[in-house]
Protein backbone atom coordinates (compact mmCIF):
# COMPACT_ATOMS: atom_id res chain seq x y z
CA UNK A 1 0.00 0.00 0.00
CA UNK A 2 1.16 3.47 -1.05
CA UNK A 3 1.37 6.42 1.46
CA UNK A 4 -0.97 8.24 -1.15
CA UNK A 5 -3.37 4.86 -0.41
CA UNK A 6 -2.55 5.38 3.76
CA UNK A 7 -3.30 8.29 3.44
CA UNK A 8 -6.34 8.98 1.15
CA UNK A 9 -9.11 9.86 3.71
CA UNK A 10 -7.00 12.73 4.59
CA UNK A 11 -8.04 15.06 1.76
CA UNK A 12 -10.86 16.82 2.82
CA UNK A 13 -12.54 20.33 2.85
CA UNK A 14 -13.53 20.13 6.51
CA UNK A 15 -11.38 19.97 9.58
CA UNK A 16 -10.80 15.98 10.41
CA UNK A 17 -12.89 13.96 12.75
CA UNK A 18 -11.06 14.78 16.44
CA UNK A 19 -11.17 10.46 16.85
CA UNK A 20 -9.51 10.17 13.24
CA UNK A 21 -7.02 12.73 13.91
CA UNK A 22 -5.65 11.15 16.78
CA UNK A 23 -5.90 7.70 15.63
CA UNK A 24 -4.31 8.23 12.38
CA UNK A 25 -0.87 9.74 14.16
CA UNK A 26 -1.00 7.06 16.48
CA UNK A 27 -0.99 4.22 13.96
CA UNK A 28 1.35 5.67 11.80
CA UNK A 29 3.42 6.52 14.96
CA UNK A 30 3.57 2.37 14.92
CA UNK A 31 4.82 1.99 11.38
CA UNK A 32 0.71 1.13 10.48
CA UNK A 33 -0.89 2.98 7.83
CA UNK A 34 -2.44 6.28 9.26
CA UNK A 35 -0.96 9.74 9.19
CA UNK A 36 2.29 10.82 8.14
CA UNK A 37 2.48 14.11 6.85
CA UNK A 38 -0.24 17.10 5.77
CA UNK A 39 -0.08 19.93 4.74
CA UNK A 40 -1.77 23.04 7.06
CA UNK A 41 -1.41 26.57 5.83
CA UNK A 42 0.30 28.24 3.72
CA UNK A 43 2.13 31.68 4.36
CA UNK A 44 1.03 34.64 2.24
CA UNK A 45 4.26 36.55 0.29
CA UNK A 46 5.16 39.23 2.66
CA UNK A 47 4.59 36.76 6.16
CA UNK A 48 6.85 34.67 4.55
CA UNK A 49 9.49 37.24 3.41
CA UNK A 50 9.06 38.99 7.29
CA UNK A 51 9.72 35.72 8.66
CA UNK A 52 13.19 34.78 6.61
CA UNK A 53 14.07 38.27 7.16
CA UNK A 54 14.25 37.62 10.60
CA UNK A 55 15.76 34.44 10.97
CA UNK A 56 18.61 35.80 8.69
CA UNK A 57 19.31 38.30 10.95
CA UNK A 58 18.67 35.89 14.10
CA UNK A 59 21.44 33.43 12.45
CA UNK A 60 24.06 36.07 12.56
CA UNK A 61 23.54 37.84 16.10
CA UNK A 62 23.42 34.17 18.08
CA UNK A 63 24.98 31.19 18.40
CA UNK A 64 23.06 27.97 17.19
CA UNK A 65 23.96 24.83 18.87
CA UNK A 66 25.83 22.11 16.43
CA UNK A 67 24.05 18.30 16.12
CA UNK A 68 26.92 16.98 15.72
CA UNK A 69 28.29 18.22 19.15
CA UNK A 70 29.11 15.43 21.87
CA UNK A 71 25.93 15.53 24.39
CA UNK A 72 23.24 17.42 21.89
CA UNK A 73 20.01 15.80 21.80
CA UNK A 74 20.28 14.96 18.41
CA UNK A 75 23.58 13.62 18.13
CA UNK A 76 21.82 10.02 18.33
CA UNK A 77 20.18 10.66 15.07
CA UNK A 78 23.28 10.32 12.79
CA UNK A 79 23.92 13.97 12.01
CA UNK A 80 26.22 14.36 8.72
CA UNK A 81 27.83 17.68 7.69
CA UNK A 82 26.96 21.34 9.01
CA UNK A 83 23.66 20.27 10.83
CA UNK A 84 22.39 23.69 12.90
CA UNK A 85 19.51 24.29 15.95
CA UNK A 86 18.45 27.99 16.93
CA UNK A 87 16.26 27.15 20.09
CA UNK A 88 13.74 29.94 20.51
CA UNK A 89 12.05 28.48 23.31
CA UNK A 90 13.45 27.94 26.81
CA UNK A 91 13.78 29.82 30.04
CA UNK A 92 17.46 30.86 29.60
CA UNK A 93 17.17 32.66 25.92
CA UNK A 94 20.29 31.46 24.51
CA UNK A 95 19.55 30.16 21.34
CA UNK A 96 22.46 27.16 21.50
CA UNK A 97 20.11 26.24 24.81
CA UNK A 98 18.38 22.86 24.11
CA UNK A 99 18.00 21.37 27.47
CA UNK A 100 13.90 22.06 28.07
CA UNK A 101 13.15 21.20 23.98
CA UNK A 102 12.10 17.91 24.67
CA UNK A 103 10.82 17.89 28.48
CA UNK A 104 7.12 17.67 27.34
CA UNK A 105 6.48 20.85 29.13
CA UNK A 106 4.97 24.19 27.90
CA UNK A 107 5.12 26.15 30.81
CA UNK A 108 8.26 28.18 32.32
CA UNK A 109 10.00 28.41 28.76
CA UNK A 110 9.30 31.61 26.33
CA UNK A 111 10.83 33.33 23.10
CA UNK A 112 13.01 36.29 24.90
CA UNK A 113 13.61 37.76 21.84
CA UNK A 114 10.41 39.30 20.44
CA UNK A 115 11.05 42.69 20.06
CA UNK A 116 14.37 42.09 17.56
CA UNK A 117 11.94 39.37 15.46
CA UNK A 118 8.13 40.64 16.07
CA UNK A 119 7.21 38.20 13.07
CA UNK A 120 9.00 35.30 14.41
CA UNK A 121 7.16 36.10 17.75
CA UNK A 122 3.63 36.54 16.64
CA UNK A 123 3.84 33.20 15.02
CA UNK A 124 5.07 31.67 18.51
CA UNK A 125 1.86 33.20 20.27
CA UNK A 126 -0.63 31.80 17.78
CA UNK A 127 0.41 28.43 18.78
CA UNK A 128 -1.07 26.98 22.14
CA UNK A 129 0.92 24.60 24.47
CA UNK A 130 4.26 24.63 22.66
CA UNK A 131 6.98 21.92 24.12
CA UNK A 132 9.73 23.68 21.73
CA UNK A 133 10.46 26.10 18.54
CA UNK A 134 13.45 25.88 16.73
CA UNK A 135 15.27 27.06 13.63
CA UNK A 136 17.06 23.98 11.98
CA UNK A 137 19.59 24.20 9.19
CA UNK A 138 20.88 21.80 7.70
CA UNK A 139 23.89 23.05 5.33
CA UNK A 140 24.46 22.33 1.79
CA UNK A 141 25.58 17.94 1.86
CA UNK A 142 23.98 17.68 5.22
CA UNK A 143 21.89 15.38 6.40
CA UNK A 144 20.11 13.42 9.36
CA UNK A 145 20.12 9.74 9.06
CA UNK A 146 17.20 7.76 9.44
CA UNK A 147 15.56 7.49 13.03
CA UNK A 148 12.49 6.82 15.19
CA UNK A 149 11.03 9.28 17.49
CA UNK A 150 7.71 9.11 19.16
CA UNK A 151 4.73 11.38 18.62
CA UNK A 152 2.53 9.02 21.22
CA UNK A 153 3.84 9.85 25.02
CA UNK A 154 2.51 9.71 28.43
CA UNK A 155 2.13 13.01 30.42
CA UNK A 156 3.55 13.27 34.02
CA UNK A 157 -0.27 12.20 35.16
CA UNK A 158 0.03 9.14 32.97
CA UNK A 159 -2.18 10.63 30.01
CA UNK A 160 -1.24 9.59 26.36
CA UNK A 161 -1.60 11.62 24.12
CA UNK A 162 0.66 13.08 20.99
CA UNK A 163 2.94 15.43 20.99
CA UNK A 164 2.68 16.70 17.50
CA UNK A 165 5.68 18.12 15.40
CA UNK A 166 5.30 20.94 12.73
CA UNK A 167 7.54 22.35 10.18
CA UNK A 168 7.70 25.57 7.72
CA UNK A 169 10.11 25.01 5.14
CA UNK A 170 11.52 28.47 4.57
CA UNK A 171 14.53 28.28 2.48
CA UNK A 172 14.84 25.45 0.70
CA UNK A 173 15.29 23.29 -2.63
CA UNK A 174 14.45 20.78 -5.17
CA UNK A 175 17.23 18.22 -3.71
CA UNK A 176 16.38 19.27 -0.11
CA UNK A 177 14.25 16.06 0.85
CA UNK A 178 12.61 14.88 4.34
CA UNK A 179 12.17 10.41 4.75
CA UNK A 180 8.98 9.40 6.41
CA UNK A 181 8.84 5.80 6.35
CA UNK A 182 10.93 5.06 3.11
CA UNK A 183 8.25 7.61 1.20
CA UNK A 184 11.14 10.94 0.53
CA UNK A 185 8.79 14.05 0.31
CA UNK A 186 9.81 17.42 -0.70
CA UNK A 187 8.41 20.47 1.20
CA UNK A 188 7.21 23.59 -0.22
CA UNK A 189 8.81 26.93 0.93
CA UNK A 190 5.80 29.15 3.18
CA UNK A 191 3.80 26.07 3.74
CA UNK A 192 2.76 24.28 7.22
CA UNK A 193 2.94 20.64 7.59
CA UNK A 194 2.59 18.42 10.33
CA UNK A 195 5.01 15.98 10.12
CA UNK A 196 4.68 12.49 12.26
CA UNK A 197 8.42 11.85 13.64
CA UNK A 198 6.92 8.74 14.98
CA UNK A 199 7.77 7.55 11.67
CA UNK A 200 11.11 6.26 10.98
CA UNK A 201 12.08 9.43 9.35
CA UNK A 202 15.49 11.13 7.64
CA UNK A 203 16.44 14.62 6.13
CA UNK A 204 19.10 15.78 3.73
CA UNK A 205 19.85 18.57 1.88
CA UNK A 206 21.99 17.65 -1.73
CA UNK A 207 21.47 21.71 -2.89
CA UNK A 208 24.14 24.10 -2.75
CA UNK A 209 22.72 26.19 -0.19
CA UNK A 210 21.39 26.26 3.22
CA UNK A 211 17.84 24.67 4.19
CA UNK A 212 16.43 26.53 6.71
CA UNK A 213 12.95 25.26 8.56
CA UNK A 214 11.19 26.60 11.16
CA UNK A 215 10.16 23.01 13.31
CA UNK A 216 8.04 23.06 16.64
CA UNK A 217 6.22 20.44 18.79
CA UNK A 218 2.83 20.69 20.88
CA UNK A 219 1.16 19.32 23.07
CA UNK A 220 -1.91 17.90 21.21
CA UNK A 221 -4.47 19.44 23.35
CA UNK A 222 -7.81 19.83 22.41
CA UNK A 223 -7.08 23.74 22.03
CA UNK A 224 -3.99 23.06 20.13
CA UNK A 225 -5.91 20.64 17.01
CA UNK A 226 -8.33 22.89 17.23
CA UNK A 227 -5.92 26.13 16.24
CA UNK A 228 -3.82 23.60 13.92
CA UNK A 229 -6.08 21.33 12.35
CA UNK A 230 -9.98 22.41 13.11
CA UNK A 231 -11.87 26.17 12.24
CA UNK A 232 -10.07 28.31 14.55
CA UNK A 233 -8.23 31.41 12.77
CA UNK A 234 -4.80 30.78 11.59
CA UNK A 235 -2.27 32.79 12.68
CA UNK A 236 -1.76 35.95 11.48
CA UNK A 237 -0.37 36.02 7.80
CA UNK A 238 -1.24 32.24 6.94
CA UNK A 239 -4.28 30.99 4.93
CA UNK A 240 -5.87 27.56 5.88
CA UNK A 241 -5.27 24.86 3.56
CA UNK A 242 -7.71 22.12 2.27
CA UNK A 243 -6.41 19.55 4.93
CA UNK A 244 -4.26 17.74 2.47
CA UNK A 245 -1.76 14.76 3.19
CA UNK A 246 1.25 15.16 1.17
CA UNK A 247 2.14 13.06 -1.89
CA UNK A 248 5.72 11.00 -1.60
CA UNK A 249 8.03 12.18 -4.25
CA UNK A 250 9.87 8.97 -4.68
CA UNK A 251 10.67 5.82 -2.37
CA UNK A 252 13.88 4.67 -0.78
CA UNK A 253 13.75 1.30 1.26
CA UNK A 254 15.28 1.80 4.50
CA UNK A 255 16.74 -1.27 6.49
CA UNK A 256 18.75 0.15 9.59
CA UNK A 257 17.72 3.36 11.70
CA UNK A 258 18.50 4.78 15.29
CA UNK A 259 15.68 4.38 17.33
CA UNK A 260 14.75 5.70 20.99
CA UNK A 261 12.73 3.10 22.93
CA UNK A 262 8.92 3.85 23.47
CA UNK A 263 7.16 5.20 26.38
CA UNK A 264 4.04 4.09 25.54
CA UNK A 265 2.73 0.45 23.84
CA UNK A 266 0.73 0.08 20.70
CA UNK A 267 -1.57 -1.61 23.18
CA UNK A 268 -1.97 1.50 25.98
CA UNK A 269 -2.19 3.82 23.31
CA UNK A 270 -5.41 2.23 21.88
CA UNK A 271 -7.60 5.03 23.55
CA UNK A 272 -5.31 7.86 22.84
CA UNK A 273 -6.70 11.00 23.64
CA UNK A 274 -5.71 14.73 24.14
CA UNK A 275 -3.27 16.23 26.45
CA UNK A 276 -4.05 18.63 29.16
CA UNK A 277 -1.26 21.08 29.22
CA UNK A 278 1.73 20.73 32.01
Known sequence: MTGEDRDQHHDQDHPPD?????????????????????????????????????????????TPSLASATGHVTAWAGPRGRVEQFSLLNASGRCDDFSRDHDLSCFGKGFHHRAHYPALAALVEALPHLVNFRINVLGPGAALA????????????????????????????????????????????????????????????????????????????????????????????FTR????????????TVTRWERIAPQVTEAEARHVGFLEPQ
Request: proline share 5%.
Open 18 to 62: PRLLLDGIRDANYHRAGIRCLRLFSADAPTAKRLAAEVERLRARH
Open 146 to 237: PHEEHSVVRTRTGTVGVRARFHLPLVTNPQASLQLEGDIHHLEAGNVYLVNHGCVHAAANAGAADRIHLVWDMLLTATAAEVMFGTAAAPEG
Open 241 to 252: TRVRAVRPAGRR
